[in-house]
């Protein structure tokens, strides 16, 4: 493969996008170890062209790279890459919440080794001062409305992570992502952020959109936000069925445990 690729770049001035995409994701996709490589030593040549417009080339590769089976040896490839493209922005840190995208924490679903190399890149950045604490809130909800992993979670409390983050009045806080999925790992997530001292009694205001009609053909889109409580969400209000207690009842034994211990241990099934 090298020898139908190189001609390629070697040839004239490639496009790092070009490069993402077109050579360095099916290389990474076809778990081919030797090709993968010999591309990212051929990307990081172009490592001062890069900027936050290529992050969405390379999280296509980092995702496939998550998802292999072969994830630790292609992300030993592509980690400077990774590094860098996640740490272009740093006057605004565009580019590091990137590297928390829903796309990036979801392709670790089921895969301890690929939660470990997220750690992994996340620490890196926090180590290089290239994510304020606070940012990796951002994580926090990623996690909460995709994989409900536990490991990443408290990860990201370390680093920093606010329990209650809300992007904005019409957006859910980390807990209530979590109780609008109706699944075990999704009740054992509000479990454990219930435990770390997330508020349960937070609503957050859901807004919907609606058509009224002003006349023939017209139509005018209007705006009603609703507030919504965390006890109303499906995850909570079948919790029981996964935890073996009540929504109401968990509340009390997490805030009972709060108050015998700063740091209480959260129960294991």
């Given at each position: 493969m090298i020898e139908i690729i190189g001609p390629r770049f070697l040839g004239r001035r490639s496009e790092v996008k070009d490069i993402f995409s077109q050579c360095l994701l099916p290389a990474v996709t076809a778990g081919n170890l030797e090709t993968s490589k010999w591309l990212a030593i051929r990307a990081q040549q172009h490592i001062k062209e890069m900027n936050r417009y290529h992050a969405k080339y390379f999280t296509a590769v980092f995702v496939e790279v998550l998802k292999s089976d072969k994830a630790v040896a292609l992300y030993n490839h592509i980690e400077a890459i990774a590094v860098f493209v996640y740490s272009r922005s740093k006057r605004n840190y565009a580019s590091s919440i990137e590297a928390m995208d829903p796309q990036i924490v979801s392709a670790t679903r089921g895969r301890p080794q690929s939660e470990r190399i997220l750690?992994?890149?996340?620490?890196?950045?926090?180590?290089?001062?290239?994510?304020?604490?606070?940012?990796?809130?951002?994580?926090?909800?990623?996690?909460?409305?995709?994989?409900?992993?536990?490991?990443?979670?408290?990860?990201?409390?370390?680093?920093?992570?606010?329990?209650?983050?809300?992007?904005?009045?019409?957006?859910?806080?980390?807990?209530?992502?979590?109780?609008?999925?109706?699944?075990?790992?999704?009740?054992?997530?509000?479990?454990?952020?219930?435990?770390?001292?997330?508020?349960?009694?937070?609503?957050?205001q859901k807004k919907q959109s609606s058509q009224l009609s002003t006349g023939y053909s017209n139509y005018s889109r209007t705006y009603v936000s609703t507030p919504v409580k965390i006890s109303e969400e499906v995850g909570t209000k079948d919790i029981s069925k996964w935890l073996k207690k009540s929504w109401e009842d968990l509340v009390a034994e997490a805030t009972e445990a709060r108050i015998n211990s700063v740091n209480p241990p959260i129960p294991e099934d």
């Amino acid at each position: 493969m090298i020898e139908i690729i190189g001609p390629r770049f070697l040839g004239r001035r490639s496009e790092v996008k070009d490069i993402f995409s077109q050579c360095l994701l099916p290389a990474v996709t076809a778990g081919n170890l030797e090709t993968s490589k010999w591309l990212a030593i051929r990307a990081q040549q172009h490592i001062k062209e890069m900027n936050r417009y290529h992050a969405k080339y390379f999280t296509a590769v980092f995702v496939e790279v998550l998802k292999s089976d072969k994830a630790v040896a292609l992300y030993n490839h592509i980690e400077a890459i990774a590094v860098f493209v996640y740490s272009r922005s740093k006057r605004n840190y565009a580019s590091s919440i990137e590297a928390m995208d829903p796309q990036i924490v979801s392709a670790t679903r089921g895969r301890p080794q690929s939660e470990r190399i997220l750690i992994t890149l996340w620490r890196k950045l926090n180590d290089m001062g290239f994510v304020p604490r606070k940012h990796f809130r951002t994580g926090l909800l990623s996690v909460a409305a995709t994989t409900c992993s536990i490991t990443l979670a408290s990860e990201l409390l370390d680093l920093g992570a606010d329990l209650d983050y809300q992007i904005s009045r019409n957006q859910a806080r980390p807990l209530q992502r979590a109780a609008q999925q109706d699944t075990e790992e999704a009740a054992k997530f509000m479990r454990f952020l219930l435990y770390r001292g997330a508020k349960p009694e937070i609503e957050y205001q859901k807004k919907q959109s609606s058509q009224l009609s002003t006349g023939y053909s017209n139509y005018s889109r209007t705006y009603v936000s609703t507030p919504v409580k965390i006890s109303e969400e499906v995850g909570t209000k079948d919790i029981s069925k996964w935890l073996k207690k009540s929504w109401e009842d968990l509340v009390a034994e997490a805030t009972e445990a709060r108050i015998n211990s700063v740091n209480p241990p959260i129960p294991e099934d």
